[in-house]
């Protein structure tokens, strides 16, 4: 009976060990997901500045051009 309790304690061992080592492993991807994430985020935002930066270009260079105030139906 000794022999199968201490067989059980060393299995359970084991086992808190491996569970320790995969809550570590879990923490380090969860991380780096976040940091992908953010690194997404930020290219996304830079994407769409940049879009509005020339959409608002044109309508600039369009109102400079038209020499005058224009409409919006002018405009379109």
């Known amino acids: 009976m000794t022999l199968v309790v201490d067989e059980l304690k060393k299995k359970r061992a084991e086992t808190d060990l491996r569970i320790s080592e995969m809550q570590a492993q879990i923490s380090v991807l969860e991380q780096q997901a976040t940091f992908d994430e953010s690194r997404m985020m930020s290219t996304r935002i830079s994407q769409l ?20 105030p224009i409409t919006t139906a002018d405009f379109a």
């Open 49 to 68: 500045s940049s879009k509005a930066s020339a959409a608002r270009g044109f309508v600039l260079r369009t109102l400079r051009e038209a020499g005058r």
